[in-house]
């Protein structure tokens, strides 16, 4: 075991106890893995302790960190059956060359087109469970696990609530995603109302309305899960502000996505995705910054994400900055 405080290995039959002093929480013969495991996941998906994320967030972490040591073993599984199959084939052991090059090749396909399996989704919110109780995860303060803002701001008048300025409204999909993005303070920083579909938080869809009654050009934006179907942007902005859709048709309304084109060119979506084996990939799959990077852009230049990203300079970006490792 790793010690995630002096960052020593530690033996198991040596106890639950570092030398350090530090009380591991995690007994690896039982879960798989240790506490450094678990710290690492933490402080790379909230950049070190800088960002606010979501269960999601933290499980595409996990998962994606699967996908690289599959690949990690595939790659070794290659190079040995390079070296071992042509000396089985010269050694006269056709039927074991014959055999490694067919283990070779589904390993080669699998590590492309599959990830092995990742840890099961409910066995991991477990952990995470037991890691939160245990008080000795810091970076999980952090974690955003229900919707937290059905109330305004007690501190201040509630106009001090918009002195950002309203320059775009943001409609997401889960309420949770709401605190996402407002724990982060992307609404203050794009100068947007951040609500949800359900119209939570209420005192911020009525704002909207109000808004959006005062400037017709006001620009609308639908950010949402991939499904296999989706309603109209119109009908998502409709179902936020609890009125006909009839009534807002007037009103311009941009779907930012998330589409299957999108997470085909946002790599390490499409690795998650066919990891959980899953026709719906969360938004929130991806880390917050990066998301914070490409909705910033989409909302200054009022484009959906495909859009942005059938660009050449974002489609190699992702090859590099995109990654989760």
Not at 99 to 114: D, E, N
Not at 242 to 262: M, N, Y
Not at 267 to 289: F, H, N, V
């Amino acid at each position: 075991m790793k010690c995630p405080r002096c960052q020593k290995s530690h033996k198991h039959f040596a106890g639950m106890k570092c030398g350090c002093g530090y009380q591991f929480v995690l007994d690896p013969k039982e879960c798989g893995f240790g506490d450094a495991r678990i710290a690492a996941t933490v402080a790379k998906v909230s950049s070190k302790g800088e960002c606010f994320f979501t269960s999601d967030q933290l499980y595409a972490v996990e998962v994606l960190r699967g996908v690289r040591q599959y690949r990690r073993t595939s790659l070794m599984l290659v190079v040995a059956t390079g070296v071992v199959a042509p000396l089985a084939w010269l050694g006269g052991l056709t039927w074991l060359a014959l055999a490694l090059g067919v283990v070779c090749a589904i390993a080669v396909f699998k590590s492309f087109t599959g990830t092995g399996q990742p840890t099961d989704r409910e066995r991991w919110d477990a952990i995470i469970d037991k890691a939160l109780a245990s008080g000795s995860f810091p970076g999980l303060s952090k974690l955003l696990r229900r919707p937290e803002l059905g109330e305004p701001p007690k501190a201040g008048p509630e106009p001090d609530l918009f002195d950002y300025g309203v320059e775009r409204i943001l409609i997401v999909e889960r309420d949770l995603l709401v605190d996402l993005f407002v724990r982060n303070e992307f609404h203050a920083t794009e100068r947007c109302l951040v609500l949800s579909e359900s119209g939570y938080p209420s005192y911020i869809a009525n704002y909207a309305k109000q808004c959006l009654d005062e400037r017709v050009d006001l620009p609308v934006f639908t950010l949402h899960d991939l499904a296999p179907t989706a309603p109209h942007p119109t009908t998502r902005l409709a179902r936020a502000l609890g009125r006909p859709a009839s009534e807002l048709r007037r009103h311009k309304v941009v779907d930012l996505g998330l589409t299957s084109e999108t997470v085909k060119q946002m790599r390490p979506l499409a690795r998650y995705s066919r990891a959980i084996g899953s026709d719906r990939t969360p938004l929130d799959a991806l880390p917050y910054l990066q998301l914070r990077g490409r909705l910033a852009t989409c909302l200054a230049q009022g484009l959906a994400l495909s859009a942005l990203l059938a660009e050449r300079t974002w489609a190699s970006h992702d090859s590099s900055s995109m990654s989760f490792g």
